[in-house]
């Protein structure tokens, strides 16, 4: 079974992702992540993409496509894959189908923005030894401070309401659009997101396995 998942920053798609990877045994497989194990392993296209990092520069779509190629050609992909992270916009998707690639499922993980900003601006992380919490659902026995190890809980750059809006703009210009692309090839699985892990989990899989 060969998946992608889909949904705006936030929105928990990777949270599942890695639940289905444990449910189905098949790997999840991120861009980030591919391209890390590229250039630790020195193929060709890390050693490119290693080129344009290197440079302070984006890795281009000719570039990143190819390490996809390169990843879903191992034997862990033989039985099928999760894509998180890609492809991220239209030219991404239509040079995924150019390789031959089956995808069974696009699962599109459904949060409004208004959740999605409320829960990560909540988000706070200890300074120290990183532990997460959150001012709504994660509480601290002691508020702004760690339970661990009494560290200062402190919110990360990316979890502050306008970055966090920032991103979800670039979302729906960019990546919004493959719900669209993907419905029209019938492999569109829009899953609204819930409250828990737990409950959006067992609607994705009542959803693909119906």
């Known amino acids: 079974m060969n998946i992608i998942m889909l949904g705006a920053p936030g929105a928990g798609k990777g949270t599942q992702a890695a639940v289905l990877c444990e449910h189905f045994g098949i790997p999840t497989i991120s861009t980030g992540n591919m391209i890390r194990e590229a250039l630790k392993n020195g193929t060709e296209m890390g050693l490119k993409a290693k080129s344009y990092m290197d440079d302070g520069k984006l890795v281009p779509d000719e570039v990143v496509i190819g390490i996809v190629k390169e990843r879903l050609s191992e034997d862990d992909c033989k039985k099928g894959f999760i894509l998180d992270g890609f492809p991220r916009t239209i030219p991404q998707a239509e040079a995924l189908d150019a390789m031959g690639v089956e995808i069974q499922y696009v699962i599109n993980i459904d949060v409004p923005d208004e959740t999605i900003t409320k829960r990560m601006s909540?988000?706070?992380?200890?300074?120290?030894?990183?532990?997460?919490?959150?001012?709504?659902?994660?509480?601290?026995?002691?508020?702004?401070?760690?339970?661990?190890?009494?560290?200062?809980?402190?919110?990360?750059?990316?979890?502050?309401?306008?970055?966090?809006?920032?991103?979800?703009?670039?979302?729906?210009?960019?990546?919004?659009?493959?719900?669209?692309?993907?419905?029209?090839?019938?492999?569109?699985?829009?899953?609204?997101?819930?409250?828990?892990?737990?409950a959006t989990t067992e609607a994705v899989l009542k959803a693909i396995e119906a």
Do not use: F, M, W
């Not at 997460?132 to 502050?160: F, M, N, W």
């Not at 970055?163 to 699985?189: D, F, M, N, W």
């Open 122 to 198: 909540g988000r706070r992380v200890c300074e120290n030894c990183g532990r997460p919490y959150h001012i709504e659902s994660l509480k601290p026995a002691k508020d702004g401070v760690c339970d661990d190890c009494g560290g200062t809980l402190v919110q990360r750059k990316d979890d502050h309401p306008d970055t966090v809006l920032a991103r979800l703009a670039v979302y729906h210009k960019e990546t919004e659009p493959l719900a669209e692309y993907y419905r029209k090839q019938g492999k569109l699985v829009n899953v609204a997101g819930k409250d828990t892990v737990a």
